[in-house]
């Protein structure tokens, strides 16, 4: 039996702001979408263009409130190809974190609080 990975989900509070983020700061673009048919939620699936791997964004309509992220023990990491130039991408956009220099990594913040962890391709 054999598993591969599949997608990935944060739920957010705004749609568009949130797939203008991931395609600003990751390059991240729709793949695919599905809306239930009584608007109650939309669900879209980011990818890279190169692997089959998605992020899922799930937006719920009744849902006004943020998403209570607990203490953000898990994030999602990202490989960078330039990791100096995405870094100064990152800083002009505002979202950086949190800069680990000894480990050489990088965490930037999406609209709804959630953690990217940048790493450079070694």
């Known amino acids: 039996m054999k598993f591969t990975f ?3 989900n944060f739920n957010v509070l705004n ?3 949130s797939m203008k983020f991931y395609e600003e ?3 991240l673009k729709e793949v695919r979408r599905k809306e239930a048919e009584d608007g109650s939620y939309i669900l ?3 990818g890279d263009g190169k692997t089959d ?4 964004l799930t937006w719920l309509r009744d849902r006004t409130e943020p998403y209570d992220l607990g203490e953000l023990e898990y ?3 990202m490989k960078v190809d330039n990791y100096d130039e995405a870094f100064k991408k990152h800083k002009e956009m505002g979202c950086v974190e949190y800069v680990n220099e000894a480990m050489g990594i990088y965490f930037i913040v999406d609209p709804d609080g959630y953690w990217i962890e940048v790493i450079p391709t070694r």
Request: charged share 15%; aromatic share 16%.
């Open 15 to 17: 749609l568009e702001r």
């Open 25 to 27: 700061a990751l390059g």
């Open 53 to 56: 791997f998605t992020l899922e």
């Open 44 to 46: 879209v699936f980011l």
């Open 75 to 77: 994030h999602l990491a």
């Open 6 to 8: 599949n997608h990935f």
